[in-house]
């Protein structure tokens, strides 16, 4: 079966947001990433070389299209086309406040990037986070660049979109709700929690004030020395790499003892 132009024009719609999500789909491209997402998520349709095809046999997909590596350049949204490529269904989550309260969670607060978004969620893979909330104006997870730098995360995190400040009231009472601020207090001198929110904030302008203002722990990660001229702030995704690891670390210790 070769590859029609309407499958074509579909699979580069999928840049679009408003195509996404009128269809609930998204693209996913290379190897790794769409390996590691047909073991969880339905796949429409795959179109891959002869090579890749040879070396996994029978993909569960609906359909599955064998390519030349020139067909498969021109449908790919990559510089470099990587052998496969991939559509598959967009998840449908619920969540219970009181369920995800339990663990540590993590809320972003307008992110803007994809690239960014995609990183944290892999980031939360690594570290054992299920569920990530986000405002409405964060970007769109299931962006083309958002996928491939989840890195196939997103086939085990929960993204989930909604009013953060609606989300937060909503948790049990007395659930730990931390921050991230350049006028908040040492992480590495605070006793952190297993469970509760942490909440990232825009690239720019930080966490915004409907939020912040039902934050009850404002933390901040120090540059070392303290005393020397460095950078503003650091990048949101690499601020919550190094937040992660402090709480990972705290509950560890508290493992142990």
């Known amino acids: 079966m ?3 132009k ?7 719609s999928l840049e679009l947001k408003k195509n ?3 269809e609930h789909t998204f693209l996913a491209e290379g190897a790794r990433l769409v390996g590691d997402l047909l073991g969880y998520l339905p796949c429409r349709f795959l179109i891959a070389t002869k090579e890749w095809l040879s070396a996994h046999r029978e993909p569960a997909a609906e359909e599955v299209i064998m390519v030349s590596e020139e067909e498969l350049a021109r ?3 990559l510089k470099s086309p990587q052998q496969v ?3 598959f269904e967009q998840p449908r989550y619920t969540f219970t406040p009181a369920a995800v309260a339990q663990s540590l969670c993590l809320a972003l607060d307008d992110v803007q990037d994809p690239g960014n978004l995609g990183t944290i969620v892999r980031l939360a893979d690594w570290f054992g986070i299920e569920h990530i909330f986000c405002s409405p104006n964060t970007a769109d997870i299931f962006n083309p660049k958002a996928i491939q730098a989840t890195m196939g995360g997103i086939a085990r995190v929960q993204v989930h979109y909604i009013s953060l400040p609606e989300f937060i009231t909503s948790l049990p009472a007395g659930t730990p709700v931390y921050g991230t601020f350049l006028d908040g207090e040492n992480i590495y001198r605070q006793t952190l929690t297993a469970h509760g929110v942490l909440i990232m904030g825009n690239e720019g302008n930080g966490i915004g004030r409907n939020t912040e203002r039902l934050i009850d722990n404002r933390l901040f990660i120090p540059s070392y020395p303290a005393e020397r001229t460095t950078s503003e702030s650091l990048n949101v995704a690499i601020a919550t790499a190094v937040a992660c690891a402090e709480f990972r670390r705290q509950a560890s210790l508290n493992v142990k003892m």
Do not use: Q
């Open 2 to 4: 070769s590859l029609s």
């Open 6 to 12: 309407n499958r074509m024009k579909y699979i580069r």
């Open 20 to 22: 996404r999500r009128s």
């Open 75 to 77: 449908a790919s949204l």
């Open 85 to 87: 490529l991939a559509v």
